[in-house]
């Protein structure tokens, strides 16, 4: 009998592994056919292999690059579940693949034939913005705007949003990033939380985040700016510019945001390009602190990164940011511009967070953090008393 399982082993699949890595050959030939056809517009070819309202959903999405790589398959019968890493590049924009974890059905068809029931993410892994539905996608002199279940005009807004962020952007930081931005614009609050793979309740009244790697580096992929449209619809003409800045500013600053970076600065510089330009006085875009002044409960010290948290009590939450706002105003104001970008680039250049605030004040700014300290508070009752 042993022998004969030998003799046999190759033409029958005793013990069942030549007909695992057989199914295992034929699921990633038809993943890579059914890759091939997303990338070549093939809605025929794409159906042979699975459901035409999954490739109608990401169909007007511009992919450079869309492939599979099987790592592993669970056969019982003619059925199949696979896990999958799926890579993709959207043309322009990502100067890497993203890699994604997806788990799909999978079954034999009449003539023997793997067909893709479903493709939804693996385990622990956010959605793609076609899981949502059917995408829409704006293209601008700076920008691509995607959305589900928004109309025309809505991503129209978002892209004349975008597209005056990005020079605004240069204007202050430089033009040594990508200088474009990907928005994502989900129909809801839900689809906002199920793109970043986090419960909807961590977002509620956030407008927008950024999340990825950045482009900036030219070994990652590009940031997406992701909306949270139920907030950002509750904000006016300016405010929505001063989000969709902010959060390029994001994009524009990754390759030199690093752990040794704090919140205050990274979001403190993001609020400040946000705010430039708009007219907007201390007063009106630091109400909280305003407040906290004139009650005479000037801060001590600049913020921590734990006052940032979005599940902290919302008056000091906007006092972080505003902290973090004045602090780099107050940069630009008493040593310029460029200085307060050097002094960025220059804390993010340090090896740990320990030391690295206060060695780039020295060299930079010419100032201890103490003294720092001192003037940011003298700065903040200046300006808001």
Sequence with gaps: MFALCLLLGSLVGCGGQPAANSARAEVQSLLDRQSAAVLHHDEPAYTRTGARTAYENL?????????????????????????????????????????????????????????????????????????????????GAHSLVMGVGQDADSLYDYRSLADHAVPAVSA????????HVVVLVPGSLNGMAGLLGSPAASYRGIAAVTTGEAGGSGSAPADRIIVNPEAYAM?????????????????????????????????????????????????????????????????????????????????????????????????????????????????????????????????????TLDDFTARWRDYLTAQLG
């Design 235 to 367: 904000l006016g003409a300016v405010g929505k510019q001063v989000v969709l800045t902010h959060e390029t500013t994001h994009v524009a600053t990754r390759a030199h945001t690093t752990s040794a970076t704090p919140l205050w600065l990274s979001e403190g510089y993001a609020d400040w390009i946000g705010y430039r330009g708009t007219g907007r006085t201390a007063t009106q875009a630091a109400p909280e602190l305003y407040r906290a002044v004139e009650d005479g409960d000037l801060p001590t010290a600049l913020p921590t990164d734990k006052d940032f948290g979005f599940s902290s009590d919302p008056t000091k939450l906007a006092q972080a940011y505003e902290g973090g706002w004045m602090a780099c105003r107050m940069v630009e104001d008493r040593w310029g511009v460029a200085q307060l970008g050097k002094f960025y680039r220059a804390v993010g250049a340090h090896k740990k967070r320990a030391g690295a605030v206060e060695d780039a004040m020295k060299s930079v700014l010419g100032v």
């Design 172 to 179: 202050a930081w430089g033009t040594d990033w990508t200088r």
């Design 59 to 139: 169909s007007a999405v511009p992919f450079a690059s869309w492939s599979y790589r099987l790592t592993a398959l669970h056969r019982t019968g003619a059925t199949a579940t696979a896990d999958a890493e799926l890579s993709y590049k959207v043309k322009g924009y990502d100067t890497s693949p993203v890699t994604v974890g997806r788990t799909l059905t999978l079954r034999l068809t009449a003539d023997a034939q793997w067909y893709v029931d479903s493709d939804k993410p693996a385990k622990k892994s956010g959605q793609q913005l076609w899981d949502q539905g059917r995408v829409s996608v704006v293209k």
